[in-house]
C-alpha cells in the first residue's frame, strides 16, 4: 500500500501553482515517492527542482537536498518558505538564528527539506542529526559534481554514497549532463554500482534557434549579433578572461548595457553581476564558462560563443541558458581553426589520464561535426544525445539548406585526381 494518500498532482496546483507537469516530471515524481532510487536527467530549465520538491511533499519525514551551491539552495528555500513548505538549510552563509531555526525545525518534525552544502556531510554530528531526523530520501542535485572529470567536481560530492548508506534511504540524483560516462560515474558513485530508475529524455530545446559560423572578424560579428537584439539580455562566451573584457568595452561602446565575467573576479564583483544580470533587462553578460551553474533568468533571449566551446556538451548547456521561458531564443557560434587548436591543446597539455584524454578530444570532434554539419544542427545534437527527430526547421541550416552540389562536385574531381595521380 502507498504511504502517502497525498496526490502529487494536487501540490502541483496548490503549493507550486503550475497547471500540468512538464514532459517527463510526473514519472520522476512517482518514481521517488514509490521509493525507487532514480537518476534523471533532463534538460537545464526543464524543471528537476519540481522532482524532488514534490515528493518531499508527499512522503512523511525528512527530505535531505544536496546542491552545490550556496545561493541556488537559498533561492529554492525562500521560494518554498513563501509557497509554505517548511523549509530550511545548512550552509555556510546561515546567520546563528538560520541555523538554530533549522534546528527547531527538525526536533519538531517539522522540517520537510533540508538543504545541505556538501562541506557538511565531512562532519559526524551532521550523519547523526540526518538519522535523528527521520530523513526519508536524499535528493542530489546537480549530480555530475560527482564526477571526477568533469569541470564542476566537488569532492564532497564523493561522501554521499556513503551517507545513502548509512541512512538507509533512497536517493534521487538529477543533472543535466547526459554523457554516457557521467552517467556511469553518478551510477557507481551515488548508488553503489546498482542501477537506478533512470531517466533520460526531453533534450530538444525547439525554442533555441540554433546556428554557426567561421570565425571571420569576430568582434564585428559579435557586435552585429547583439545590434539586432538591442535591448535583449544575452550571454556572449568567451574562451578566455581577458577576451570578456575587451569584448564587454567594445560592447558598451558600442552603446549596450554589457560587462564582462571570469573566475579570476573578485567574489563580491561577481556576485554583483549575477545580481545585475537577474534584475536587470536587456543586460550583456560577457562571460567564460564560470558564469553558468548559478544563473536562473529565465528570459535571457540570446547565447553567442565568441571562441568555439570544449565539447558538445559544453555548447549543449551553455545554449541551454536561453529561452528557458519557452519564448523563442538565438544563438550563434564563430569557430574557426585557431579555436580548433586552441581547444586541441588545452587537452592535449591537461593532466588528464591518455583515456580521459580520448574521451575529451571525442567530445571536441563532436562539436566539430555539429560545426561542419551540412543538415539540420537540431538532429545531429539530438542524434548524439540519444533522441532521434525530424528536420527541425529552427536552425541555421534549415533556414538555407547549403547548396551541396558544389561541394560534391569539388570533391568528386579531386578524388578523380588523386586516383588519376595514383594510376601513374
Ligand atoms: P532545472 O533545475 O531542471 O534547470 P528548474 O527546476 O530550475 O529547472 O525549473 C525551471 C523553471 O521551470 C522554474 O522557473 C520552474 O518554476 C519552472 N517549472 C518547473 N516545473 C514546472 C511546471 N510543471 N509547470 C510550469 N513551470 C514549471
Ligand atoms: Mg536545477
Ligand atoms: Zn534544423
Redesign the pocket.
Known amino acids: 500500500a502507498p504511504d502517502t494518500a497525498i496526490d502529487p498532482a494536487d501540490l502541483?496546483a496548490s503549493v507550486?501553482g503550475?497547471?500540468?507537469?512538464?514532459p517527463g516530471?510526473e514519472e520522476i515524481v512517482r518514481a521517488v515517492i514509490a521509493g525507487r532510487d532514480t537518476l534523471a536527467i533532463?534538460?537545464?530549465?526543464?524543471?528537476?527542482?519540481?522532482c524532488f520538491q514534490l515528493p518531499a511533499l508527499c512522503l512523511d519525514g525528512m527530505t535531505v537536498v544536496i546542491s552545490p551551491l550556496i545561493a541556488l539552495m537559498r533561492d529554492q528555500v525562500r521560494a518554498l518558505r513563501e509557497a509554505g513548505v517548511e523549509a530550511g538549510a545548512l550552509t555556510s552563509g546561515n546567520t546563528e538564528e538560520e541555523t538554530e531555526d533549522v534546528f527547531q525545525a527538525i526536533d519538531d518534525g517539522r522540517l520537510k527539506l533540508l538543504y545541505i552544502a556538501p562541506e557538511r556531510l565531512a562532519s559526524s554530528a551532521t550523519q547523526s542529526l540526518l538519522k535523528r531526523a527521520h530523513t526519508r530520501l536524499i535528493a542530489v542535485?546537480e549530480a555530475h559534481c560527482v564526477s571526477q572529470w568533469g569541470h564542476d567536481f566537488r569532492p564532497d560530492y564523493l561522501r554521499i554514497g556513503e551517507l545513502k548508506r548509512v541512512l538507509g534511504v533512497p536517493l534521487a540524483a538529477?543533472t543535466?549532463t547526459a554523457d554516457e560516462e557521467t552517467r556511469a560515474e553518478i551510477v557507481t558513485r551515488l548508488f553503489g554500482g546498482t542501477q537506478p530508475a533512470t531517466f533520460l529524455r526531453g533534450f530538444d530545446r525547439p525554442n533555441i534557434h540554433l546556428a554557426f559560423a567561421p570565425k571571420d572578424q569576430p568582434r564585428r560579428q559579435i557586435l552585429d549579433f547583439a545590434a539586432a537584439r538591442r535591448g535583449q539580455s544575452g550571454i556572449v562566451y568567451c574562451a578566455s578572461r581577458a577576451r570578456t573584457e575587451t569584448l564587454a568595452a567594445a560592447l558598451r561602446e558600442a552603446g549596450h548595457p554589457a560587462c564582462h565575467y571570469h573566475g579570476g573576479m573578485d567574489p563580491d564583483d561577481r556576485r554583483e553581476v549575477e545580481a545585475r544580470f537577474q534584475r536587470e533587462d536587456g543586460l550583456i553578460v560577457v562571460a567564460t564558462v564560470a558564469f553558468g551553474m548559478g544563473i536562473?533568468k529565465?528570459d535571457i533571449r540570446w547565447v553567442a560563443h565568441a571562441d568555439l566551446p570544449k565539447s558538445i556538451e559544453g555548447y549543449y548547456q551553455e545554449i541551454g541558458r536561453a529561452g528557458?521561458d519557452g519564448a523563442p531564443a538565438e544563438t550563434l557560434t564563430l569557430y574557426g581553426p585557431d579555436d580548433i587548436r586552441f581547444r586541441r591543446s588545452q587537452i592535449d597539455e591537461g593532466l588528464a589520464p591518455p583515456d580521459r584524454k580520448a574521451a575529451d578530444h571525442a567530445r571536441l570532434n563532436a562539436l566539430l561535426g555539429l560545426a561542419e554539419a551540412t543538415s539540420c544542427r537540431r538532429q545531429r545534437l539530438l542524434a548524439y544525445f540519444g533522441e532521434s527527430s525530424d528536420p527541425c526547421g529552427n536552425c541555421d541550416l534549415c533556414d538555407h539548406p547549403p547548396d551541396l552540389f558544389d561541394g560534391t562536385e569539388a570533391v568528386r574531381k579531386a578524388l578523380s585526381a588523386a586516383l588519376r595521380t595514383g594510376e601513374s
Do not use: I, V
Not at 18 to 22: E, G, K, L, P
Not at 42 to 50: A, E, I, Q, R, V
Open positions: 502541483l507550486f503550475f497547471h500540468s507537469f512538464r516530471q533532463m534538460p537545464t530549465g526543464g524543471g528537476k527542482s519540481l542535485d538529477f543535466a536562473d529565465p528557458r
